[in-house]
């Protein structure tokens, strides 16, 4: 049997893939597309980036969590009970209202409408109203 493909001449190589004849000035087979000269990079392995992009983001989370369990966390109730750990925190207690002052005592002599001694003046009355006629 013979090679169904002509054997190359002085100036060419041969395809890697499929033995075809390819020029010197050629980098891909004409005949299969397979690259002649140039060495294809393999692709990039991903599985290490990713790995540590996937570790921070959960450390991202985790700390977020944390931050959000101790924003909105209930302070425990003033009552003294004790909360879910078995032990109570200090109790805060207000201080008592200070007690009202007592009244003001009546003044002893009032100056004023009524006189000195405290009685009002008898009451006018205005001409022809009424009354005796002397």
Do not use: E, H, Y
Not at 42 to 69: D, Q, S
Not at 83 to 105: K, N
């Amino acid at each position: 049997m013979s090679d169904p493909v002509a054997p190359a001449a002085p100036g060419t190589l041969a395809c890697p893939r499929c033995a075809s004849p390819v020029a010197r000035d050629q980098d891909w087979c004409l005949v299969c597309g397979a690259a002649a000269r140039t060495r294809l990079a393999p692709a990039p392995n991903w599985k290490l980036p990713v790995t540590i992009v996937a570790g921070v983001v959960a450390v991202c989370l985790v700390a977020f969590a944390l931050a959000f369990v101790a924003l909105t966390d209930d302070p425990a109730p003033a009552t003294g009970a004790t909360g879910a750990t078995g032990t109570s925190g200090p109790t805060v207690v207000a201080p008592a209202p200070a007690p009202a002052p007592p009244p003001a005592p009546p003044p002893a002599a009032a100056t004023g409408p009524t006189g000195a001694t405290g009685t009002a003046p008898p009451p006018t009355r205005p001409p022809g109203a009424g009354g005796t006629t002397g």
